[in-house]
């Protein structure tokens, strides 16, 4: 554990999609529907992958001739995720007693999502730990996204924390991009879609296999 958390208690900042709760079958397959029809280039999975943990209108604006073309395309995409949502998003192994040991700990606990802060609040129902957290930033929230820090910074001005006493959980290059560049010491969650190989360019501080294993990293596992 670095020494600038030795002793502490520091708050925990979670990506949400692909870190606390699976919805990748979700993304996938509400893109694959919002893509019928579409007159431009698309992506296969793998690359609509790579953009999970930044804005959705940021993704499609890569596809899209016009921000009228975007806007379909999100507005096709939520036809399908809203209906389909609590059917395909699930919890990670481990997550939901992790998230409320943590919390019965007490630590300030936050997301920072691309999602807007509705549909987080959704996920985080449908997994039981709608209740656990202190703040949600959403891509709603602010105007600035992931990979920039303005997001986690946004979430530890509201829980009143420092940098220096904060970690960021997060399973995406963007998520360990716009923690580093906030100075907050970031983990990489490997138990999501993406593996260290695909992480490693965006040096995190922490690699885990299992969130069970975070509370131990923290200090204050058992």
């Not at 893109?31 to 804005?55: C, I, K, N």
């Amino acid at each position: 554990m670095p020494a600038s958390l030795a002793g502490r208690l520091p708050a925990v900042l979670f990506d949400l999609d692909g870190t606390l709760i699976d919805s990748i079958a979700l993304i996938l397959q509400s893109a694959q529907f919002a893509f019928v029809g579409h007159d431009g280039r698309v992506p296969s999975d793998d690359e609509w992958l790579t953009g999970v943990g930044t804005p959705l209108a940021v993704m499609f604006r890569k596809y899209a001739r016009d921000e009228d073309q975007v806007n379909a395309l999100i507005e096709r995409y939520r036809e399908y995720q809203v209906p389909n949502h609590d059917r395909l998003v699930k919890a990670y192994d481990g997550v939901v007693d992790t998230v409320r040991g943590l919390r019965a700990a007490r630590h300030p606990l936050g997301i920072v999502t691309s999602k807007t802060e509705v549909l987080a609040r959704l996920g985080l129902e449908c997994v039981g730990i709608g209740d656990c957290f202190d703040v949600i930033i959403g891509c709603d929230t602010i105007e600035i996204h992931k990979p920039d820090p303005a997001p986690v910074h946004a979430a530890l001005d509201r829980l009143g924390v420092h940098a220096s006493n904060a970690v960021f959980v997060g399973d995406s290059v963007h998520d360990m991009a716009a923690g580093n560049a906030a100075g907050v010491v970031t983990i990489a969650a490997l138990w999501g879609p993406f593996s260290r190989e695909h992480l490693a360019p965006s040096q995190p501080r922490h690699y885990l296999d299992r969130i069970a294993d975070l509370p131990s990293l923290l200090g204050t596992g058992e």
